[in-house]
């Protein structure tokens, strides 16, 4: 869980220093996986699989996790938008608009922020993340 969080941090920097060379791609695609890592982050701390593939890591971690567990539905959206910009960004014709790549980063470092507090969280009775307790 902690390397895929650093990952997620990693990604999320990554973002950032491609829009400050104007790659609205790029920044787009790193965005996305800051966000992706840190969803699969999540998904380990609870107790399930991360999934094969990235449509199994979103539905996982809005059915697991969003709905009715201790991630905010904002972040369940927020992932959504950016696989959405992803797409966009990495296999579509045109590109991503550099404003939308902006906003992208921005939410990228905060869904990483708002998962990596949800994990640290301390649970007195059981050492690990509220609402992230295995079955």
Known sequence: MDDLMAKAAQAAESARVLLEHADADGACDRAYYAMFD???AALLAAGHDIGKTHRGVLN????LLVKDGPIPKEAGRLLKHAEAFRYVAD???GTVDLADAHNMVEQAQ???ITIRSILERP???AGQAPGMMRP
């Open 38 to 40: 840190a969803s699969r």
């Open 60 to 63: 996982a971690f809005n059915d």
């Open 91 to 93: 296999y579509s014709d």
């Open 110 to 112: 905060s869904f990483v």
């Open 123 to 125: 649970d007195p009775g």
